[in-house]
């Protein structure tokens, strides 16, 4: 897997606002935002043909190693979102995913966050030095540039 590309497009993924994502204050709970970008990221696989519980099966699971999140404006209870995700980069041994986290009808991201992964065999919690099958080909249709976010 090359060490230098473009990032891939932008896959979109809606969230609505519901009572229990939001703290007493009416606003989303820091935490919500997590599983949020965590189900952005299944989805994103999901879209190019790769079933996470598949990857699971194998043998594989893809744990976060580094996270960073910057917060810019809250959002509110009742408000639709859209997480967008893209691989940011990449090298032999980590995924990483930009997600910026929007509001409807705002033009700038309420969120910024970055998101590193590393495929580990789940039999011996060691990282993996290639990617399986069915990831390298998830990891590539991700970055073809025809694909459109």
């Given at each position: 897997m090359s060490l230098t590309h473009q990032p891939s497009p932008w896959f979109d993924y809606?969230?609505?606002?519901?009572p229990h994502h939001t703290d007493y204050a009416g606003v989303v709970w820091h935490g919500s935002?997590?599983?949020?970008?965590?189900?952005?990221r299944i989805k994103m696989f999901r879209d190019v043909g790769l079933n996470y519980a598949d990857?699971?099966?194998?043998g594989c699971e893809l744990p976060v190693i580094?996270?960073?999140?910057?917060?810019?404006?809250?959002?509110?209870?009742?408000e639709v979102g859209t997480v967008k995700t893209r691989i940011a980069s990449l090298t032999q041994v980590q995924i990483c995913c930009d997600?910026?986290?929007?509001?409807?009808?705002?033009p700038?991201?309420?969120?910024?966050?970055?998101?590193?992964?590393v495929p580990v065999k789940l039999a011996t919690g060691?990282?993996?030095?290639?990617?399986?099958?069915p990831?390298?080909?998830?990891?590539?249709k991700l970055l073809a540039s025809e694909r459109r976010g």
């Open positions: 809606p969230v609505r606002v519901h935002y997590l599983v949020w970008m965590e189900e952005a990857l699971v099966k194998l580094n996270l960073s999140l910057r917060y810019r404006q809250a959002i509110k209870m009742g997600q910026h986290i929007y509001c409807e009808h705002h700038k991201p309420y969120i910024l966050g970055q998101v590193t992964l060691r990282i993996l030095r290639q990617y399986p099958e990831l390298q080909s998830a990891l590539t």
